[in-house]
T-cell receptor, first 112, second 115 residues
Framework: GDSVTQMEGPVTLSEEACLTI???????????LFWYVQYPGEGLQLLLKATKADDKGSNKGFEATYRKETTSFHLEKGSVQVSDSAVYFCALSDSGYSTLTFGKGTMLLVSP | NAGVTQTPKFRILKIGQSMTLQCTQDMNHNYMYWYRQDPGMGLKLIYYSVGAGITDKGEVPNGYNVSRSTTEDFPLRLELAAPSQTSVYFCATQGETGVQYTEAFFGQGTRLTVV
């Protein structure tokens, strides 16, 4: 079956540091890939997505590239802010299906 | 625009009690989902629905039931609450754009504790 593996946290960074959260996946078809973010006490919201190989999703300074050859979708940001502190979930939706398969989430803590 | 509304936000149940978690959407989406989120475990799909009158089991359906009589509402029922059902529950919806699906939109969650 489909699965998503992402690096365990928490990831602790100082403001303006570079961020990478690794995500790899296993899927039977040609999945769409997503990063969702969950701020404290809130539901998940879409951060970015990519629907086919070599696509780059980007939003709010975050970006991730769909790498089919390495089955990866790593999340990156060049300079994090305290307001980026949240839990980040990598997810996939396999071709022809709407249901999402989530990774376990990675908590990011950014200090001033 | 309310989006996806879940009630209640918090609830404490005693073992063996029953309750219904409510989920209502005003986005006219056909697809609706119930997930549970346990610490360090990501989100697990409990049940989902592809339209009014159609529901199906997800990964962890045991101990839960759902119904979908309208496009807007997708309640989740716990019949005999157990401590293992202590979790945060999220309802989500998803629409369609041609041959693709839209992003999933989540409610704020219901934090349930069974004691």
């Amino acid at each position: 079956g489909d699965s998503v593996t992402q690096m365990e946290g928490p990831v602790t960074l100082s403001e303006e540091a570079c961020l990478t959260i690794n995500c790899t996946y296993t899927a039977t078809g040609y999945p769409s890939l997503f990063w969702y973010v969950q701020y404290p006490g809130e539901g998940l919201q879409l951060l970015l997505k990519a629907t086919k190989a070599d696509d780059k999703g980007s939003n709010k300074g975050f970006e991730a590239t769909y790498r089919k050859e390495t089955t990866s979708f790593h999340l990156e940001k060049g300079s994090v802010q305290v307001s980026d502190s949240a839990v980040y979930f990598c997810a996939l939706s396999d071709s022809g299906y709407s249901t999402l398969t989530f990774g376990k989430g990675t908590m990011l803590l950014v200090s001033p | 625009n309310a989006g996806v509304t879940q009630t209640p936000k918090f609830r404490i149940l005693k073992i063996g009690q029953s309750m219904t978690l409510q989920c209502t959407q005003d986005m006219n989406h056909n697809y609706m989902y119930w997930y549970r989120q346990d610490p360090g475990m990501g989100l697990k799909l409990i049940y989902y629905s592809v339209g009014a009158g159609i529901t199906d089991k997800g990964e962890v359906p045991n101990g839960y039931n759902v119904s979908r009589s309208t496009t807007e509402d997708f309640p989740l029922r716990l019949e005999l609450a157990a401590p293992s059902q202590t979790s945060v529950y999220f309802c989500a919806t998803q629409g369609e754009t041609g041959v693709q699906y839209t992003e999933a939109f989540f409610g704020q969650g219901t934090r349930l504790t069974v004691v």
